[in-house]
């Protein structure tokens, strides 16, 4: 048999994969399903075209992502208004997370006893490249009050919790996020700056707990503090939010005490370092 009809030999271990180097990364498809479903999460009950326009995908391929999520449960259909919203599947993941979270375990009965005893809504919350995203809530009996669903999900530097968050992190952890995070202004109040929010990080550290004073929402405030992981890395963090008139100068330190030492209590019951 001449060298050019001689079959290769076969090599040996496992065979190489089908999908070459430069695609191993992602799979379109799966791609585009998991976005289509964040966008239904944190949508107010989107159309087929309002999710196609969003993302860019067209709207046969659209239909058929949310078909084939609907086929398990991970979205609904409201045929009466042509809406899509998430289905009670996602919501069981969302559980699995819940339930396999000691941090927001834990974090359940320090929340029940924040807002009893400063008489604000308590919150929970895990950073999320560049936002924190509400795990948990207490809500206060006062009939104004603060309210995050949970799954809410609000920028960092615009959040009492976020900002504790951010000023527990290395320097160089930091840095990250900071230069893939838009400063949006929000309010008159927002560190919409990185010189103004590396001013208030400073502050933060040196008290130990943060002040949100209306950054996000006109008339509201929150205090927090960051939980920290084994490794001494924050990893959530715990709040009390409320009107800005119930949050005045004279209260302010106590409520600090409070939230920084449920932070602190957390870190240690959930297997965690605080640094230094």
């Known amino acids: 048999m001449s060298s050019e009809t001689r079959p290769e030999k076969r090599g040996r271990g496992r065979p190489k994969s089908q999908f070459k180097e430069s695609s191993a990364g992602t799979l379109q498809a799966l791609d585009r399903a998991l ?27 659209t239909h058929r992502i949310l078909t084939t999520l609907q086929n398990h449960g991970f979205v609904s259909f409201d045929e009466a208004r042509q809406e899509w919203r998430i289905g009670v599947e996602a919501y069981r993941t969302g559980a699995a997370f819940l339930r396999g979270n000691s941090v927001i375990e834990i974090g359940q009965s320090f929340m029940r006893k924040l807002m009893r005893h400063t008489g604000e809504t308590a919150n929970l919350a895990v950073p999320d ?70 001013r208030d990080l400073d502050e933060i550290r040196a008290r130990g707990w943060s002040h949100d004073h209306e950054e996000r929402h006109a008339g509201m405030s929150c205090i927090g503090a960051a939980i920290y992981d084994a490794g001494g890395v924050p990893h959530a963090g715990i709040s009390v939010s409320g009107p800005s008139t119930r949050f005045s100068p004279d209260r302010l330190q106590d409520l ?15 297997g965690g370092q605080m640094p230094g």
């Open 35 to 61: 976005s289509v479903l964040v966008h239904v999460s944190r949508g107010d009950s989107p159309t087929l075209s309002d999710l196609s326009r969003e993302l860019d995908v067209p709207t046969a391929t």
């Open 129 to 198: 490249a560049g936002h924190v995203v509400f795990v948990g809530q207490v809500e206060a009996a006062n009939p104004i009050r603060a309210f995050f669903p949970p799954g809410t999900r609000t920028s960092m530097h615009a959040s009492g919790t976020g900002k504790a968050i951010l000023a527990a992190m290395s320097d160089a952890a930091l840095d990250r996020v900071l230069s893939s995070m838009p400063l949006e202004g929000y309010t008159p109040q927002t560190r919409a700056s990185r010189d103004a929010l590396l």
């Open 256 to 270: 600090g005490a409070e939230v920084a030492q449920a932070a602190r209590e957390i870190t240690q019951l959930s």
